[in-house]
C-alpha cells in the first residue's frame, strides 16, 4: 500500500493524528508495504484502537487480526 493510500484510510476511520504520528514508523517497519487497502479498512472496521495507542500497540493488534483472518 502506498504512503497516500495509508493517510486515506486512516483519515477515513478518523485516525489522521494516529497515521501523522506513525508515519516514520510505519515507514521504517515496512508493516503495511505488502497490506491491501481491504485488510487496512477491515482492521479499523473490527478492531477499536484508542487515538493515544502506541505504534508497538498498533503493530501488535494489526499483526494478530492479519493472522486470525487467514484461513
Known amino acids: 500500500m502506498t504512503k497516500e493510500q495509508m493517510q486515506e ?27 491491501e487497502e481491504e485488510q487496512l479498512e477491515d482492521f479499523f472496521d473490527n478492531i477499536e484502537i484508542s487515538p493515544h495507542t502506541f505504534f508497538d500497540e498498533f503493530r501488535f493488534w494489526f499483526q494478530y487480526f492479519s493472522v486470525t483472518q487467514r484461513s
Not at 12 to 31: A, D, E, N, S
Open 9 to 35: 484510510v486512516f483519515e477515513t476511520y478518523g485516525h489522521g493524528k494516529m497515521y501523522t504520528r506513525f508515519q516514520t514508523p510505519l515507514y521504517v517497519t515496512g508493516l503495511l508495504d505488502e497490506v
